[in-house]
Nanobody
């Protein structure tokens, strides 16, 4: 089991920036995928961005060019830098940890952190 601790959510005005962090601990593996998903009220959970242990990244179409995912391997932490935020970015953001070489192992999820973009 992997424990995920998220931080950095809050209220920000349109056009502003926020930085989320997610620290992982527990049964970590050498090859992993960590990332962020978000869910707004009435919507399905959607991909925001992921990063692999090798550094490869994937972004959701709605955040490309505005959000950047990065990692600090020494701290087992991933970051999501969110710039030029829009009201439609308002959602609960969930950190995710996946071990792709262990397909029977369920994903780990953080409790979520609220991001509100509003004037």
């Amino acid at each position: 089991q992997v424990q995920l601790v998220e931080a950095g959510g809050g209220l920000v005005q349109p056009g502003g920036s926020l930085r989320l962090s997610c620290a992982a601990s527990g049964s970590l593996v050498r090859m992993y995928i960590m990332g962020w998903f978000r869910q707004a009220p009435g919507n399905q959970r959607e991909l925001v961005a992921t990063i692999t242990s090798g550094g490869s990244t994937v972004y959701g179409d709605s955040v490309k060019g505005r959000f950047t995912i990065s990692r600090d391997t020494a701290k087992n932490t991933v970051y999501l830098q969110m710039n030029t935020l829009k009201p439609e970015d308002t959602a609960v953001y969930y950190c995710n940890y996946r071990a792709p070489l262990i397909p029977t192992r369920p994903d780990s999820w953080g409790p979520g952190t609220q991001v509100i973009v509003s004037s």
